[in-house]
């Protein structure tokens, strides 16, 4: 049988709609069988069990595996795992007291958009998930409790984020001085808590210390990183935050790799989140097109998937031909249709995808997207995701000074919700009644 990828998709917007389940969902490898139901956490009077645990133990190992990262210590990593859980269920407890919440429609659709991934249908996703271990109804309720969180964040962080004219200009500026550096970083975090005593800023420095000695004497980081870092994802991804532009990183970044070779291992260096073990995977010059004008579409879609058979594919292309004679003739309402047939997020908006940049689409949308006139809709297009049809309502000629202060704006964004979303995370923990029932 083949094996899942639970891995994270590239949507095909490129806007990580589900990196809340990346972040969210805490995986571990397995350790030995722990009693299951055994109440092994209480989070403001929520419990956590010993089979969350294991679920997510499995999970994690097949993620581990896929990336080729050495197993951690399986003990010790399932402690970093409950603490995962336990800031999980912090954050959905917060959502819910605050109003949130995540309909039907959207676990549907993110689901599919998971099996899709896998390439296979949602009936044989649930069967393979479920072959190897995993509740298809456990794996529900978490993919809506890590939407949830995703858009707990997006409320509480990067609805907050404030970015003047005067750090638009300066990031302007000091993008124009030098070819951008692009440095691909790796890390190891160390929570302290908000109101940290001497004696645990002093304790957590001195485990920074001891992990960053051991990584210079040719530890491996990944393992190193999975089963120590209390950062997000860490424990999947060995604690790589992956490539970009040096503008991008949080200057506390910057500054400690100036002059480093790939490889280095800086640190510990302090944050408000912590004390963080760097390593400089490695670096290279950025390509730029900051000086070319833009052209930018505004586009609206309803995108239908087949199961797969030739005959589904067939029924499919008529549908959206039916539709796109509807919309044509204007007897139907072009986001009326969608919202009606689409299965994709943008459905509630009538299909509307807002403005897009050259590359925020995969290939096959944005080529066929360029070729329409204001006002025309496409025949069906087939993409990884389905099949598709575009309405172009505006196109519109960005300067090269607007392009780069969208560049300068989104790369001040990105930084400070990084810089902050620890930050509140671990506030967030602190706020937390936890009782522990491990042993």
């Not at 994270?8 to 972040?23: H, I």
């Not at 249709?337 to 807002?354: C, E, F, N, V």
Request: glycine share 8%.
């Amino acid at each position: 049988m083949k094996s899942l990828s639970l891995m994270p998709p590239r949507g095909w917007l490129g806007q990580g709609w589900w990196l809340g389940l990346v972040l969210g969902l805490p995986f571990t490898a397995s350790s030995e069988p722990l009693k299951l139901d055994r109440v092994i956490a209480i989070v403001n009077s929520e419990p956590i069990t010993a089979s969350e645990l294991r679920q997510s133990a499995r999970i994690a190992e097949r993620q581990l595996q896929q990336q080729g990262v050495t197993l951690p210590d399986a003990a010790e990593l399932d402690r970093q795992v409950l603490e995962r859980l336990i800031l999980d269920r912090a954050q959905v407890q917060t959502a819910r007291e605050q109003g949130l919440r995540v309909d039907d429609a959207q676990v549907e659709r993110s689901i599919a958009r998971i099996a899709e991934e896998n390439g296979v249908s949602v009936s044989a996703f649930r069967d393979q998930l479920e072959a190897e271990g995993v509740s298809f109804e456990r794996f529900r309720a978490d993919m809506r409790d890590n939407i949830l969180m995703s858009r707990l964040r997006e409320r509480e962080v990067d609805s907050r984020i404030a970015i003047s004219e005067a750090e638009i200009e300066a990031q302007v500026a000091a993008a124009r001085k030098a070819r951008p550096i692009e440095l691909k970083i790796a890390q190891i975090l160390l929570g302290v808590p908000e109101n940290a005593t001497s004696e645990q800023l002093e304790s957590s420095r001195l485990k920074a210390e001891g992990l960053a000695v051991r990584a210079r004497a040719g530890g491996d980081f990944a393992v190193l990183a999975a089963s120590s870092s209390e950062a997000a994802g860490a424990a999947e991804t060995g604690g790589s935050l992956g490539w970009r532009e040096a503008e991008r990183w949080p200057s506390l970044f910057v500054d400690a790799m100036r002059g480093q070779k790939a490889g280095a291992i800086v640190g510990p260096v302090r944050s408000g989140a912590g004390f963080h073990v760097l390593k400089l995977e490695d670096l290279r010059s950025a390509e730029t097109d900051r000086d070319r004008p833009v052209v930018q579409n505004r586009a609206s879609h309803i995108l239908i998937r087949a199961a797969g058979s030739a005959t589904e594919e067939i029924q499919t292309q008529r549908l959206l031909k039916d539709l796109r004679d509807r919309a044509v003739a204007r007897t139907d309402d072009f986001a009326d249709l969608a919202r009606q047939h689409s299965i994709d997020g943008s459905a509630p908006r009538g299909g509307d995808l807002g403005w897009l940049d050259p590359g925020d689409t995969v290939p096959e949308f944005d080529q066929a997207m360029q070729a329409l006139t204001v006002g025309e809709i496409s025949q069906p297009v087939r993409s990884q995701f389905g099949w598709h049809l575009i309405l172009l309502n505006e196109r519109r000629t960005g300067s090269a000074e607007t392009r780069e202060r969208l560049i300068a704006r989104n790369a001040l964004r990105e930084k400070k919700a990084r810089e902050q979303v620890q930050e509140w995370l671990q506030r967030l923990r602190d706020r937390a009644f936890v009782e522990l029932r491990l042993d």
